[in-house]
């Protein structure tokens, strides 16, 4: 079994501030994680992710996650805000082994950034 | 566009309709997922196929919710005598095999009056 706690629901930071928002995982095999990005009425956008192998890792626009075995968390971290990164991300995991990835979610965590 | 399609975007029934939402996935994509997004929660997992099989519908809330992909394209959900509590976005997502990265659609927003 799996899931997910992102820690705080909204996240406020001003235009070129850090970043960071939080997510512990917990799973009964090694984990896949992911962040994803979901602007209004839209779909999920993959903003990154993590299999094996570099526990830190790049993804799209700015963003990067590091994957703690020891703390089981994967927060998400951008060194400079911009007003476009306003939007809601979801944290997920999914099992590395089976015959399906079934992701399962965190609540989110609303993101907005001021001038 | 080459993403992944699902209509109509959004939907409004009556309580004790039925209704039947579409997803075209990424052409080539194995797997398709089924999720279901409540008002400010994360997606929750309903179904999984594989081709044409359907592996995985362990998070199908009742029987009144049916999926299908018959010739491993394209997939309908079905919701029979719709209840209030049905009302959700439903996400469809497809990748290329099961240990690959999902992509979603923009979902299907259904309310149930």
């Known amino acids: 079994a799996q899931s997910v706690t992102q820690l705080g629901s909204h996240v406020s930071v001003s235009e070129g501030a850090l970043v960071l928002l939080r997510c512990n995982y917990s799973?009964?095999?090694?984990?896949?994680l992911f962040w994803y990005v979901q602007y209004p009425n839209q779909g999920l956008q993959l903003l990154l992710k993590?299999?094996?192998?570099?526990?830190l890792v790049k993804g799209i626009n700015g963003f990067e996650a590091e994957f703690k075995k020891s703390e089981t968390s994967f927060h998400l971290t951008k060194p400079s805000a911009h007003m476009s990164d306003a939007a809601e991300y979801f944290c997920?995991?999914?099992?590395?082994?089976?015959?399906?990835?079934?992701?399962?979610f965190g609540t989110g965590t609303r993101l907005q950034v001021t001038l | 566009g080459a993403g992944v399609s699902q209509s109509p975007r959004y939907k409004v029934a009556k309580r004790g309709q039925d209704v039947a939402l579409r997803c075209d996935p990424i052409s080539g994509h194995v797997s398709l997922f089924w999720y279901q997004q409540a008002l400010g929660q994360g997606p929750e997992f309903l179904t999984y196929?594989?081709?044409?099989?359907?592996?995985?519908k362990s998070g199908l809330p009742s029987d009144r919710f049916f999926a299908e992909r018959p010739e491993g394209s394209v997939s309908t959900l079905k919701i029979q005598r719709t209840q209030q509590e049905d009302s959700a976005v439903y996400l469809c997502a497809s990748s290329l095999a099961w240990d690959q990265p999902q992509h979603f659609g923009d979902g299907t927003r259904l309310s149930i009056l």
């Open positions: 196929f594989q081709n044409e099989a359907q592996l995985d």
């Open positions: 997920a995991v999914s099992a590395s082994t089976g015959t399906a990835s079934k992701l399962t």
């Open positions: 993590y299999t094996t192998g570099a526990t």
């Open positions: 799973s009964s095999v090694p984990p896949y």
